[in-house]
């Protein structure tokens, strides 16, 4: 099983950015699909997006955020931009055994590892 170390994050004010990093170690990275998932306080973890076959996006960051991979360095990223207060969370990175087009990569159950999370904090 993968393991999953994250790195980046912190506080950052409204319209700034951030980039997420998370290395992956103990797998095949490229036959992974690797997504993000964020938790505000009191509510469920969310998908926020997903690079398999295909890359997609929750539809509250499209177009501010963008995830990207480097295989040769088993890593993967999540550029933050334009960041509002109500993207404040505990951002995780995980890891799915398959590759596929399907929207099945917008839910965390299908993942079978997970980093351990870092708060970002977005100030108004």
């Known amino acids: 099983q993968v393991q999953l170390i994250e790195s980046g994050g912190g506080m950052v004010q409204a319209g700034g950015s951030l980039r997420r990093s998370c290395a992956a170690s103990g797998g095949t990275f490229s036959s992974y699909t690797m997504g993000w998932f964020r938790q505000a306080p009191g509510k469920e973890r969310e998908f926020v997006a997903a690079m398999s076959l295909s890359t997609s996006y929750a539809d509250s960051v499209r177009g501010r955020f963008a995830i990207s991979r480097d295989n040769a360095r088993n890593t993967v990223y999540l550029q933050m931009n334009s960041l509002k207060p109500e993207d404040t969370a505990v951002y995780y990175c995980?890891?799915?055994?398959?590759?596929?087009?399907?929207?099945?990569?917008?839910?965390?159950?299908?993942?079978?590892?997970w980093g351990q999370g870092t708060q970002v904090t977005v100030s108004s």
């Open positions: 995980a890891a799915r055994r398959s590759l596929s087009y399907t929207s099945s990569n917008r839910y965390s159950r299908n993942y079978d590892s």
